[in-house]
C-alpha cells in the first residue's frame, strides 16, 4: 500500500517568512495530492491540492509543488502569519479511488 | 464547499457506557464516509469506511463489535463506542464523500471523547 512521509515534525518560522513542507510518497498510482490545516480541537480544513497532471498550483500566499518523477510534493506558505500557526498534514490518493493515505504532521509555529 | 458536522462535539462519559458519535453532511449526499481516531499529536488513522446501505469496512485491527458504524442514510453515519474505556478515548474524525472521488472528500469538526 501507499506509504507518505512528512518532514519536519515542527517548524518554527519568524513571522513573514517562508515555511515549506515535503513529503514522499511510495505508490506511483497515487494522483491527487491534497493538504489540509488542522487547528487545535479541530477537523482538517483542505487548503490546497494538485494532481499529478499538473507541476505546481498556486492559491495567494500557498502554493504546492509536485514531481511525480522523484514522488515528492511541497507545501510553501509564504509571508507567514501568526494565524498560519496550526498542524498540516499531506496526503495522496489515487483520484478514482476512496481512501486517503496522511503524512505524519507537521506542527508550525509562526512567531510574532 | 460541502459542510460536513459531528455531534456531539465532545463527550465524557464513564467507563464500560456506550457512545455514540453523528456524522452528518448537510449539502450533499454522501455515498461513502469514513471514520478516523486521531491520538495527541498524531496522524489520522483511518479506522473504517461505511458506505450506504451496506456493511463497514475496518481497518486491520480495529474491533468491528467495539466501533460499531451505521451509514443507513445518504446524510447521516453513525459510530458507536461501545462500553467504553478508558484507552479509547481520542479526537474522532469522520469524512464524507462520493464513492470513487476522493478529491471530494470532506471532513467534519471531530468529537473529542474522553472515558473516566
Known amino acids: 500500500g501507499e506509504n507518505v512521509e512528512q518532514h519536519p515534525s515542527t517548524l518554527s518560522v519568524q513571522e513573514g517568512d517562508s515555511a515549506v513542507i515535503k513529503c514522499t510518497y511510495s505508490d506511483s498510482a497515487s494522483n491527487y495530492f491534497p493538504w489540509y490545516k488542522q487547528e487545535l480541537g479541530k477537523g482538517p480544513q483542505l487548503i490546497i491540492d494538485i494532481r499529478s497532471n499538473v507541476g505546481e498550483k498556486k492559491d495567494q500566499r500557498i502554493a504546492v509543488t509536485l514531481n511525480k518523477t522523484a514522488k515528492h510534493f511541497s507545501l510553501h506558505i509564504t509571508e507567514t502569519q501568526p494565524e498560519d500557526s496550526a498542524v498540516y498534514f499531506c496526503?495522496?490518493?489515487?483520484?478514482?479511488?476512496?481512501?486517503?493515505?496522511f503524512g505524519t504532521g507537521t506542527s508550525l509555529t509562526v512567531i510574532p | 464547499g460541502a459542510v460536513v458536522s459531528q455531534h456531539p462535539s465532545w463527550v465524557i462519559c464513564k467507563s464500560g457506557t456506550s457512545v455514540k458519535i453523528e456524522c452528518r453532511s448537510l449539502?450533499?449526499?454522501?455515498?461513502?464516509m469514513f471514520w478516523y481516531r486521531q491520538f495527541p499529536k498524531q496522524s489520522l488513522m483511518l479506522m473504517a469506511t461505511s458506505n450506504e446501505g451496506s456493511k463497514a469496512t475496518y481497518e486491520q485491527g480495529v474491533e468491528k463489535d467495539k466501533f460499531l458504524i451505521n451509514h443507513a442514510s445518504l446524510t447521516l453515519s453513525t459510530l458507536t463506542v461501545t462500553s467504553a474505556h478508558p484507552e479509547d478515548s481520542s479526537f474522532y474524525i469522520c469524512?464524507?464523500?462520493?464513492?470513487?472521488?476522493?478529491?471530494?472528500?470532506?471532513f467534519g469538526p471531530g468529537t473529542r471523547l474522553t472515558v473516566l
Open positions: 469524512s464524507a464523500g462520493i464513492s470513487g472521488r476522493a478529491y471530494e472528500q470532506f
Open positions: 496526503a495522496a490518493s489515487f483520484e478514482g479511488g476512496n481512501q486517503f493515505y
Open positions: 449539502d450533499f449526499q454522501a455515498t461513502t
